[in-house]
């Protein structure tokens, strides 16, 4: 029973995983599901992004595809195998590393789905589809283990090595190392090639999809394999004996191989890859062989025909060249086929597109920058955020003409109506509020204004003249005003003194009354206090 293409399996073990926490693992299991179609490719691109995230454990990752390649259904073991060589093709060299390091390999070697054949087919559509899949799962396994065997060995992946007559690895290798590295590229051609797939078996989408993997990685292993033959044979007449020998064992099994890679891109061919995106083979004549085969007898001391002896040296750089030009060209015709972006998913997006939406971004990016101004440039918009802005190096041109605000310097201007309703009576301790008189100053009064009222401020302030501030005598005018009147006092505290003393009033303190915490003070005329 399936819901929406995902059987009940799949939803409950995805929901068993999402309780428990394990996001990795319901990625895995997302792209390995029971549903006869190839692993989505939102599933594969997260999967890849997580091989370059360092939080993510890599050992966790493969053991996951591992455990999920031991399922008895052929379609979670298939997807799990493509899921595998996706990620080795595209995430990050660190599950390379692994798999080669690991003694964890897909040992599916006796892999064999009956279950479709014995509940009479009914499981997945075509009914023997699970037993005819189990063969390509074999081979598709051993290849995947073969795969990391050779990056074991070799330390670099042939399919990302570079490749060319300026920059190839095997094309500028030297003849020690490059005898020990094709046999290695070769091992790992043959079990490309033991797929051996026909038209009529790419039949499901599962196949399909690991077909076009192969067929990516094999224009990218050929590509180096040529590569590695034309090297060897500009080597070949300089090699010793026993070199000589090994080398001369390598083309022969590069000339089956190629006839073996020519039936591949037939099939791909057939399966309706276009024909322009298939590279051309051109073989060497075969002349070639028989002038390498006559130079090995010479070095090994055999007799050879008398007839080629005084050509052979100029016979065999003619077949050599001739040679070394029809490999260039199919060396040419591959590299230009793995260059190609067209089978290359990546990230999963077109270049076009990824270009065109880059494009996109960086219009809106302009217009944003248009239309928010510097916070120092002219406008409304510029204005506000200059006041705003505390940071700004210059004060804002609205604040210049503004005096700043000293908290312990003389008082600030005031305007005359404030001047005149401020009342001694209204402070009785005299003590005034001088922060409140320079916030509450304007700015528009002239010197002459703020010099007055600052006068009569002082003038109403005892504290300035005679409590240590201000050694100054106390004018009349700021005796005059120094304290409450006699009558206001009276009305609010009331008449306590007798009669008697009513010659004790304000003429006998002429008006003035003293502070409270002056022992020492003068008197009008300079005096001391009697």
């Known amino acids: 029973m399936t819901m929406a293409g995902q059987t009940i399996n799949d939803r409950l073990l995805a929901a068993r995983h999402s309780l428990a926490g394990q996001g990795l693992a319901k990625s895995v299991c997302k792209a390995t599901t029971e549903e006869c179609i190839g692993p989505k490719k939102k599933h594969l691109d997260y999967l890849v992004h997580c091989t370059n995230e360092p939080n993510v454990s890599i050992p966790h990752l493969a053991n996951l595809l591992i455990e999920r390649s031991q399922n008895a259904n052929w379609v979670v073991v298939y997807k799990s195998l493509i899921t595998t060589h996706h990620l080795m093709a595209y995430g990050n060299e660190r599950f390379m590393q692994y798999l080669a390091s690991s003694n964890s390999t897909f040992n599916l070697s006796s892999f064999l789905d009956k279950g479709t054949v014995q509940d009479g087919g009914m499981g997945v559509p075509g009914g023997r589809m699970g037993y005819d899949m189990s063969p390509f799962i074999r081979r598709y396994a051993k290849y995947l283990n073969e795969k990391s065997l050779s990056y074991r060995a070799m330390a670099f992946d042939f399919c990302k090595v570079k490749r ?23 091992a790992q051609l043959d079990a490309l090639l033991e797929f051996d797939c026909q038209s009529n078996d790419l039949s499901n989408g599962v196949i399909n999809m690991s077909f076009m993997l192969l067929f990516r990685d094999l224009i990218r292993l050929f590509a180096c394999y040529n590569d590695g033959i034309i090297n060897l044979l500009e080597k070949y007449f300089d090699m010793n004996k026993k070199h000589a020998r090994d080398a001369l064992d390598l083309y022969k099994k590069f000339l089956v191989r190629m006839d073996r890679v020519g039936e591949f891109l037939k099939v791909a061919e057939n399966v309706g890859i276009d024909k322009g995106d298939i590279p051309d083979l051109t073989k060497a004549p075969s002349s070639l062989l028989d002038a390498l085969e006559q130079h090995l007898a010479t070095l090994e001391g055999r007799k050879v025909s008398a007839a080629n002896t005084p050509t052979q040296s100029s016979s065999n750089q003619r077949n050599v060249k001739s040679a070394v030009s029809a490999l260039s060209s199919t060396s040419s015709a591959f590299g230009t086929a793995a260059a190609s972006s067209k089978f290359d998913t990546t990230n999963g997006i077109d270049e076009q597109l990824k270009a065109q939406v880059l494009a996109e971004e960086e219009a809106a990016m302009n217009q944003y920058k248009s239309k928010v101004s510097s916070p120092t440039s002219s406008g409304a918009g510029g204005a506000s955020a200059a006041l705003t802005n505390p940071f700004l190096s210059s004060p804002p041109a609205a604040q210049a003409g503004q005096p700043i605000v000293d908290l312990f310097g003389a008082a600030s201007a005031q305007p005359a109506a404030a001047a005149a309703a401020t009342k001694a009576s209204d402070d009785l301790l005299q003590l005034g509020n001088p922060f409140a008189d320079m916030f509450e100053a304007s700015g528009g009064g002239g010197a002459a204004a703020a010099g007055a009222t600052g006068a009569a401020l002082n003038a109403n302030n005892l504290w300035m003249h005679n409590n240590g501030f ?49 022992w020492g003070a003068t008197d009008d005329d300079g005096g001391a206090a009697q």
């Open 164 to 186: 060319g007559k300026e920059e190839g690895s095997l094309r500028s290798m030297n003849a020690e190392k490059l005898l020990k590295t094709l046999p290695v590229l070769q």
């Open 470 to 518: 201000n050694g100054a005598s106390v004018s009349s005018a700021a005796a005059t005003n120094a304290f409450v009147s006699d009558s206001n006092f009276s009305s609010v505290f009331g008449n306590t003194e007798p009669a008697g003393n009513a010659g004790d009033g304000p003429d006998k303190y002429d008006g003035a009354v003293s502070s409270p915490f002056d």
